[in-house]
């Protein structure tokens, strides 16, 4: 029992970080597509490439999910589920 609350809660923080730094980075993707519009003579242009940029990140994490997303994950679930500390 304690060890699934501490998993949990430890994935509750990481989750509620993750949401205000997507947040952070919402706005300032925004206002680099803007940034970049204006920069390219049109706004769409600005996001066009911010889309761009997304996409090969997209692309790059599909290649990489197992070694970047899957083991760190299970890893992390699999050490806490093994940590032999009481609370």
């Not at 390219?40 to 996409?55: C, D, S, T």
Request: no cysteine; proline share 1%.
């Amino acid at each position: 029992v304690y060890k699934s609350a501490d998993i949990f809660s430890n994935l509750a923080v990481k989750l509620s970080i993750t949401l205000v730094v997507v947040i952070f980075l919402l706005f300032v993707n925004i206002g680099l597509a803007l940034f970049l519009g204006h920069y390219l003579g049109e706004v769409y242009y600005g996001f066009i490439v911010v889309g761009l940029a997304y996409l090969f990140i997209a692309i790059t994490l599909f290649i990489f999910k197992e070694e970047w997303i899957k083991n760190p994950v299970s890893n992390f679930i699999i050490s806490k589920m093994n940590n032999q500390d009481t609370i």
